[in-house]
């Protein structure tokens, strides 16, 4: 398959799809490029053609994400469920049942993880070790690939990012929304730092994820840095490096609507005022699915919303597939459409007015990127709301 034109409109590359023996540090982006598609309709993809599941994934892809995507989002929790359950079970014989229960549940998941699947998925990816200490070798891992294969995660970018010069050789900042209850489009790493710019992709975190045992460790070995002013812009200014932001953070959790897709955006100021101190441009994501991964529970009085954003970690109930309670996510396909790039020229002490400017644009760029994209992901009835 030849690569496509740089005189397309749109292009798209299915992750999922990728074959297994160009997923590697060492294969050159021409190489991607070569399975990736493109249109030359200014109104981008047909309807419907991005929402398509992986109807041929492999069953023990399936099952190793049911297990490792649950393993994740209860080492998440345990730490905290843990100290409070063995608190409780001083007082509680129930409290030392669910106690036990939990630590049962972690052991089952984790042996099935590092002595199954783990493995079979090593020597199946080409790889002798789960973790080194190169950065971009460990945003391959089998975890996050496998997750790609089991989202069905597709990537869509404008002609304004294609082989961009003036974007492909610098770092740059990738803004994500939704967050939903796990932003799994992102886990598809590599592409990150590999096909819009050159540079290695760090994504933010809260630094309490970054200080939980185990979860804490494989983060930092991928790249998580803190989401902090200087964290971030050292690592755009001293390294020389991407930084990826989920934009809407815990907030974004919360955003339930059937209808209605909701981007909180309104506020989130703080990342232009980096982005100009560091000259560099953003490029807004939208990501078509994570808010339809898992059933959120949110309450009326948003008791849960108040607590998760003081303490910097979500504590509301999710169920993903088969009412699974932090279990892993329904398989529905992820679309992470980017936008234009928004130029942020170096700007040491921006002025407010120069910070609104460029935020007014960057929300811009996020409805536009929503609106064109939407039918293509069978979305035509869905309105995108910044709030």
């Given at each position: 398959?030849?690569?496509?034109?740089?005189?397309?409109?749109?292009?798209?590359?299915?992750?999922?799809?990728?074959?297994?023996?160009?997923?590697?540090?060492?294969?050159?982006?021409?190489?991607?490029?070569?399975?990736?598609?493109?249109?030359?309709?200014?109104?981008?993809?047909?309807?419907?053609?991005?929402?398509?599941?992986?109807?041929?994934?492999?069953?023990?892809?399936?099952?190793?994400?049911?297990?490792?995507?649950?393993?994740?989002?209860?080492?998440?929790?345990?730490?905290?469920?843990?100290?409070?359950?063995?608190?409780?079970?001083?007082?509680?014989?129930?409290?030392?049942?669910?106690?036990?229960?939990?630590?049962?549940?972690?052991?089952?998941?984790?042996?099935?993880?590092?002595?199954?699947?783990?493995?079979?998925?090593?020597?199946?990816?080409?790889?002798?070790?789960?973790?080194?200490?190169?950065?971009?070798?460990?945003?391959?891992?089998?975890?996050?690939?496998?997750?790609?294969?089991?989202?069905?995660?597709?990537?869509?970018?404008?002609?304004?990012?294609?082989?961009?010069?003036?974007?492909?050789?610098?770092?740059?900042?990738?803004?994500?929304?939704?967050?939903?209850?796990?932003p799994l489009g992102a886990t598809a790493y590599p592409m990150w730092s590999k096909i819009w710019s050159s540079r290695l992709c760090h994504w933010t975190c809260a630094p309490v994820v970054l200080r939980s045992p185990g979860i804490g460790y494989f983060m930092d070995k991928i790249g998580y840095i803190p989401a902090k002013a200087k964290p971030m812009l050292d690592t755009l200014t001293k390294k020389e490096e991407s930084v990826g932001v989920f934009l809407d953070g815990i907030d974004g959790m919360f955003q339930v609507g059937a209808n209605t897709e909701r981007a909180v955006l309104k506020k989130r100021k703080g990342i232009v005022k980096i982005a100009l101190r560091a000259g560099v441009p953003i490029i807004p994501a939208y990501a078509f699915g994570h808010t339809a991964a898992y059933s959120v529970c949110v309450d009326p009085f948003g008791i849960l919303k108040t607590v998760s954003l003081n303490l910097q970690m979500s504590l509301t109930p999710f169920f993903g597939r088969y009412g699974w309670f932090l279990g892993p996510p329904k398989r529905v396909p992820i679309t992470i459409c980017l936008g234009d790039p928004i130029v942020c020229p170096l700007t040491p002490e921006p002025t407010q007015a120069q910070i609104d400017k460029h935020h007014a644009q960057m929300v811009e760029g996020f409805q536009t990127t929503f609106d064109r994209h939407k039918k293509a992901y069978g979305w035509e009835k869905k309105e995108l709301k910044i709030v």
């Open positions: 398959m030849a690569a496509p034109s740089a005189s397309a409109e749109y292009y798209k590359l299915n992750m999922a799809s990728l074959p297994d023996a160009l997923y590697k540090k060492t294969t050159p982006l021409e190489k991607w490029l070569e399975c990736a598609e493109s249109t030359n309709d200014k109104k981008g993809f047909p309807p419907n053609s991005l929402n398509r599941s992986n109807d041929d994934l492999d069953p023990v892809v399936e099952y190793e994400r049911l297990v490792g995507i649950s393993l994740y989002m209860i080492g998440n929790v345990s730490p905290f469920a843990i100290v409070v359950f063995g608190l409780l079970s001083i007082f509680s014989v129930w409290a030392r049942y669910l106690l036990v229960a939990l630590l049962v549940y972690i052991g089952v998941l984790t042996a099935l993880e590092r002595f199954y699947f783990g493995p079979i998925f090593l020597k199946r990816y080409g790889r002798t070790s789960t973790m080194t200490n190169d950065i971009k070798d460990n945003q391959y891992l089998y975890t996050e690939r496998n997750t790609s294969k089991y989202m069905n995660t597709t990537v869509v970018w404008p002609r304004s990012l294609h082989l961009a010069k003036d974007i492909r050789d610098k770092p740059v900042i990738f803004c994500l929304v939704p967050h939903g209850v796990a």
